[in-house]
């Protein structure tokens, strides 16, 4: 906990180190043509630093680089109690300097002070300890084979990882994946978003400093048809994990197949349902943690609740609860500890939010809640949590992945009916089921076609539970023992005796 106020954080901002050059080998750097671009605030449009801008060539060294340092077995070959030790150090470093790596999140991408202190950098800590501490637990097999043989099944580090991240979670989604890649001993190529890199840079610092080795873990900030297209291209990378949008998600297999079929694994876009059925244990909790699910992160959340479908028979009851319970999400200030809504990542995404908004006045919804560009006089990009009723499943506000605080909701009948509507998309990554029948719960969890599924809760899991999508939510899971399966391969080694 940290009794920081707004004017405490103000004042760190003022004063704050913001580093924003690549790093490789374990140095920052320049790119090497010495271009850089401005990373912009959204909390009130103040310049935070110039940040390296990578390309090609840097992919090149980065890539060259970390393939000899995992060639020669410094980290690829070291004991995994070793490695343990080490990640458990990088974890430890990244608590201590949570404050700092709180403060360039929010400053980065907007999300609320409280948020990326209690929420982004104790997670991203965890992630890492987690797959640390985890390593040296893990044993591999032995086949059953006959009397004169001896079949050992074994994983080995599948060699250079390239990681491509998203900017609603800038440093947890780098930890996701960063957690498993490096405890299995992989050498590390991060490309953060171009929106938001500034703790990806800093956090490889505090990996040396932990005592991973130069060249093990690298980060080259840049846009992604730039260096991102680079890395997903080379010859030489081994594995390419990727979180973000379903449309570049299906850009890097193609990438991967125009190259060397590196193996891709991705997590993509959602359009996740929650479904309220009429028998919920307690409307009130279901309908506060329904405003939740699209005003937590100002909506920017790939398993956001952005369609609630809720029983016709209570929905005249529910629809008043949940625009009750989101007056009590209210943008404000990021750096104030009190905000739950900070600002949304930048003009293009506000816009973008701000369009569909538009698209639901014009498909015909009922706007009962937000729908405005708020703060304006701070410099800031914020929208007010916005709830769309009568909603049918067809518009586009409730088809599309907005990426917003703009939530849809839809009358159903029958559980069959809520079924339909909840797969009625191409995307599969979360869903929820708020009833107090038991078999209704897990027949209906059942038949949802999403990599999560939440009973009367939304957003529940930790590091020991897997997370991904079915169907256009990607491939591949993060967070759990099921994550080190991407970072490894699978070996049979049959011996004659
Ligand atoms: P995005 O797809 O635009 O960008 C993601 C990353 O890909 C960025 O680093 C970007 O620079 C890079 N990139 C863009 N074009 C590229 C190219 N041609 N080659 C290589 N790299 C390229 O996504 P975004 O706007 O940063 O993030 C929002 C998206 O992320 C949403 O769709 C959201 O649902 C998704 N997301 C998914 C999860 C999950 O776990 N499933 C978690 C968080 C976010």
């Keep these: 906990m940290t009794s920081l106020t707004r004017a405490d954080w103000e004042q760190r901002a003022k004063t ?23 990373c912009i605030s959204p909390v009130d449009g103040r310049l935070l630093a110039q940040v390296v801008s990578c390309d090609a060539p840097d992919a090149e060294i980065a890539v060259r680089d970390a393939r000899a340092t995992f060639d020669s077995g410094v980290w690829s070959r070291l004991a995994p109690v070793k490695r343990k030790a080490v990640m458990i150090r990088f974890a430890d470093l990244i608590e201590q300097h949570g404050e700092e790596l709180a403060l360039l999140e929010t400053l980065d991408m907007g999300k609320p002070i409280g948020d990326s202190l209690h929420i982004d950098v104790t997670s991203a800590a965890r992630a890492i300890r987690w797959s640390g501490e985890a390593i040296d637990k893990i044993y591999d097999e032995v086949a059953a084979t006959p009397h004169d043989e001896l079949g050992l099944v074994t994983r080995e580090p599948i060699g250079v990882v390239a990681a491509i991240v998203p900017w609603n979670f800038p440093l947890l989604m780098s930890c996701w994946k960063l957690g498993p890649a490096l405890a299995t001993g992989n050498s590390v190529i991060l490309k953060p978003s171009e929106k938001s890199p500034l703790t990806a840079i800093r956090i490889a610092q505090l990996a040396i400093e932990a005592g991973i080795p ?14 991102g297209k680079a890395l997903a291209l080379h010859m030489d990378v081994d594995t390419l994990v990727f979180t973000g949008s379903t449309k570049i998600a299906k850009q890097l297999m193609v990438y991967a197949g125009e190259s060397n079929m590196k193996r891709v694994w991705l997590e993509a876009g959602g359009k996740s349902p929650n479904i309220v059925f009429a028998d919920a244990p307690d409307l009130k909790a279901a309908a506060a943690a329904a405003a939740g699910a699209i005003a937590f992160n100002q909506g920017e959340v790939c398993t956001a609740g952005s369609r609630l479908l809720v029983e016709n028979s209570i929905k005249e009851q529910f629809v008043p609860l949940v625009v009750e ?35 639901g006045h014009d498909d015909g919804a009922k706007l009962v809640a937000g729908g405005k560009r708020v703060l304006e006089e701070t410099g800031g990009t914020y929208v007010e949590p916005t709830i769309f009723d009568g909603v049918d499943n067809a518009m586009r506000i409730a088809k599309e992945e907005i990426f917003g605080p703009v939530l849809s909701v839809i009358g159903f009948d029958t559980v069959e009916e809520a079924v339909a509507i909840a797969n009625d998309t191409v995307y599969g990554l979360a869903a929820a089921v708020w009833t107090s029948n038991l078999s209704k719960a897990h027949l209906t969890a059942k038949a949802l076609r999403a990599g999560s599924v939440w009973v009367n809760q939304y957003d529940g899991g930790d590091m020991t539970a897997p997370f991904g999508g079915f169907k256009q939510s990607g491939n591949g899971r993060d967070k759990s023992l099921h994550a080190f399966d991407k970072y490894t391969e699978l070996k049979a080694t049959w011996i004659k005796l």
Aim: hydrophobic share 40%; aromatic share 10%.
């Design 214 to 227: 130069a060249g093990v873990f690298n980060v080259l900030p840049g846009y992604g048809h730039t260096v």
């Design 16 to 38: 704050l180190k913001v580093e924003g050059r690549a790093f490789i080998h374990g140095e920052y750097c320049a790119a090497q043509s010495g271009a850089t671009f401005e």
């Design 325 to 359: 319970a989101i007056k009590s999400w209210k943008p404000g200030n990021p750096l104030d500890p009190a905000t739950n809504v900070g600002a949304l990542v930048d003009t293009t995404q506000m816009n973008n939010v701000l369009g569909y908004i538009q698209a």
